[in-house]
């Protein structure tokens, strides 16, 4: 049995994206140690991780969250029905609405920036010297909304258009920028953390600039102009609106979390942000890779009518995400400390910030799977145009991801806040899978049985491995530079061949799954 075109097409095509994002997230983790080493857990580090998280946020909206689930399905119908014109004159018209809304939201933000801060950060709020570089760090960052915005936008076209490698390489501008502005920068400055704040911006600008070539090479500059007559853009703004409300309730969760941080001694929002950024890594390589990948091409199935590649599509999305997702999540359970202890444990980041970040890291992975399974499940509903039920299911996850904030925050402090946002997620996912099923939207292939007890047993021996050859986790924190990571270095080989060599002798061939999968 050999692979079709679609199939090998899908599969190279994660793998690009997913080898972009890897460097991006490799990129990301160096940054992250620059940043850290320069101002540890301390209270400039706590206002520029919570005051970045403002625009962030506002970016679920415009960029990659709710613009793009309504953005993709509609102009990939366009490029369905060979309709490349009409469909420039939909990016056009988004392309002035889009400008006019970010340009008038940024004007705004950056004259009541003092208001942001009280509402995302109000344990800054009340403390004059805090407020005040959170404000002024703010209305430096601001702006970065606006230019992501359009990256996404752009990126949004180049994806319909199968052009999958610019979008995914893009964010190692953003963390190039950060690194130059804390390693050569901040150094240099009085108050160290206000470089940090430029080198957003400066990446921003940056991240725009390279999107023009890209889309010019496929003739799709957006010319901005405001029309409200535009077909597309009429049926997007009906879209849009239920995905801002999904997007919106999403961020709820993110503004609570950030509140509850702002208001809990210092070093809380590095420490859940530093874990944050270890559950990004997987996160970021399989499933946004993934659902990148799935979302144009369920798009384009939905609308040509074919249910049976619509539903192996999804398949092979859950497959793929199971079999390199769940050694992700044992592995960061496993190997929390020895992680954080060789990333982030120089310079400022002292020994009681490890294990703080410890305690959060492993709270996250209890919920990697669900986080993952969201950005795999979520397209099967988006590439229908169907966004009421992942809003409905969210308005639920948001109810039970607050209560469970209130049983754990008083018991688990900032590690109670990780874990509720991973039960939320898994329970969220659960959600999302139990209405595809309903729906009839997707239909499990054969095989699955076998292939999920091949996966624990592999997931099993593997996490037995790393935690009997890591030793003493404490002793890690003594371990010179090139120990730790040539220590890392072999427990991850370890576990690698233990994983995918169990799952070979098993009879789960990699080449052969990718093969059925879809």
């Known amino acids: 049995m050999t692979s079709s075109p679609k199939e090998k097409f899908n599969f190279l095509a994660t793998i690009k994206v997913g080898g972009w994002t890897f460097a991006s997230r490799v990129a990301g983790l160096i940054r992250d140690i620059f940043t850290t080493n320069l101002l540890g857990a301390s209270v400039f580090h706590d206002i520029f991780v919570v005051v970045l998280k403002i625009p962030n946020v506002f970016r679920r909206f415009f960029a990659e969250g709710a613009f793009s689930q309504a ?16 469909g420039q004159e939909f990016i056009n018209a988004l392309a002035g609405l889009l400008l006019t809304v970010l340009f008038t939201f940024t004007v705004l933000a950056l004259i009541f920036a003092p208001f ?3 509402i995302f950060a109000p344990g800054f709020y ?5 407020q005040e570089l959170a404000v002024n760090l703010l209305r430096i960052m601001f702006p970065y909304l606006g230019l992501i915005s359009l990256v996404a936008f752009a990126s949004g076209i180049q994806n319909s258009h199968q052009k999958f490698s610019i979008p995914a390489a893009t964010p190692l501008i ?4 950060l690194i130059l502005a804390a390693s050569m920068i901040a150094p240099k400055m009085e108050i160290p953390v206000m470089a940090l704040a430029w080198g957003v911006l400066l990446a921003g600008i940056l991240q725009l600039l390279f999107q023009i070539a890209p889309l010019a090479a496929i003739k799709k500059i957006p010319i901005p102009k405001l029309d409200f007559s535009n077909k597309g853009q009429r049926k997007f703004l009906v879209l849009i609106a239920p995905a ?12 609570v979390d950030t509140i509850f941080a702002s208001l809990l001694i210092t070093g809380s929002p590095t420490w859940l942000y530093v874990s944050d950024r270890l559950i990004q890594f997987p996160l970021g390589i399989f499933a946004i890779a993934i659902g990148t990948v799935l979302l144009p091409s369920l798009s384009k199935s939905y609308s040509g009518k074919d249910q049976k590649e619509y539903s192996g599509l999804l ?5 793929l995400t199971f079999i390199f997702a769940a050694p992700a999540a044992v592995a960061l359970a496993v190997l929390s400390l020895p992680l954080i202890a060789t990333l982030f444990h120089y310079g400022a980041f002292n020994t009681h910030d490890v294990l703080m970040t410890q305690q959060a890291t492993i709270a996250y992975s209890f919920g990697l799977m669900g986080l993952i399974m969201i950005k795999v499940l979520a397209p099967g509903f988006y590439a229908r145009q169907n966004i009421k039920t992942p809003v409905k299911i969210a308005l639920f996850t948001l109810f039970s991801t607050q209560l469970m904030n209130m049983l754990f925050i008083g018991q688990f402090k900032h590690a109670g806040l990780a874990l509720a946002i991973g039960l939320g997620a898994c329970l969220n996912a659960s959600l999302l899978y139990y209405h595809l099923r309903k729906g009839r939207y997707y239909k499990p292939h054969d095989g699955w049985a076998q292939f999920l007890i091949k996966l624990f047993i592999a997931l099993v021996l593997m996490g037995l491995t790393l935690f009997y050859l890591k030793g003493d986790s404490l002793l890690w924190l003594e371990y010179s530079i090139s120990k730790r990571l040539i220590y890392l270095i072999m427990l991850i080989l370890a576990g690698s061949v233990v994983y995918f060599g169990s799952l070979w002798m098993m009879g789960l061939r990699l080449q052969s799954f990718i093969r059925r999968a879809i």
Do not use: H, M, T, V
């Open 315 to 319: 398949d092979w999305g859950l497959r």
């Open 71 to 86: 953005f993709i399905p509609i102009y990939s119908d366009y490029l369905g029905k060979d309709n490349e014109g009409e």
């Open 126 to 130: 009340f403390d004059s010297a805090k």
């Open 244 to 255: 801002i409300l999904a997007g919106g309730i999403a961020q709820i969760n993110l503004l």
């Open 116 to 118: 942001f801060i009280l």
């Open 174 to 177: 953003f963390n190039f920028s």
